[in-house]
C-alpha cells in the first residue's frame, strides 16, 4: 500500500482552515494553528520513533489526522478525527487492519494515563509522546509570553505569574517512555526552571 504523506497533511490543512481562522479572528490565541502543531507533532514522532519498534506509516499517519476532528469545532476530538480519518482512508482504499491500528491510535490519543499502561501499542506511545512535547519548554514560554500580552494593561509580575501556572506546569510532571522523549522532557524542564528563577531574580520575588 502505497501512501502520500504529503496529500493527507494538505487533506488536513484544508479541513482546519476555517476553525484556525476562526481562532485567529476571536481569539487571544490567534497565533496558535492547529495544523502547525500537528506539523510539529509529527516531526517529534520522527525525533523519538526509533526507541522503540513501530510501524512507521501507522505512527506517521496517526500523527497527521490525530486533531483534525477540530475541524468540527467538537470537545471529543479524538472521535471525531477518527471518522474523518476512516472516511479518507475508505475513499483511498487503504487496508483494512492498516485503517484500524491507525483508528485506534488516534481514538486513544488523548488519554495521557496509557502511557503507564501495559499492551499499548508501540505507535501510541509515540504519539501520546509526540504530542506532550509539543509546546511546551521554549515553545510553551512564547505562547505565555505572546498569550499574556495579547491582554491590555499588563504587568511584568501578571506575566511571570502566567509563566510560573501555566509553563511551570511541567516541573513536576514526569510521563515520558522512551529515552529521547525522556531526554527532551528533562531538557525543556530545565530551561523553564532556569528561566522562571533568572525572571524570579530580576523581579526581586526569590
Known sequence: MLLDFDDMLSYVKEALYENDKERQEKSRHSFRSRYRHI?????WCKR??????CDKDVLYTS???HDIGYSQGKDEHAIASTAMFR???EHHNFDQDFIEKVSYVIFNHSDKSLL???DV???LILLLEADLLDEEGALGLTWDLMARGAKHSISYNEVFE???NHSGHILNQDFMVTKTARYYWNKKKEFVRTFINELKHDLFED
Open 162 to 164: 502566567e509563566i510560573d
Open 39 to 43: 506539523t510539529r507533532v509529527l516531526g
Open 116 to 118: 503507564s499502561s501495559k
Open 48 to 53: 523519538i520513533e526509533n526507541d522503540l519498534e
Open 121 to 123: 501499542p508501540n505507535e
Open 63 to 65: 500523527a497527521i489526522f
Open 87 to 89: 472516511e479518507y482512508a
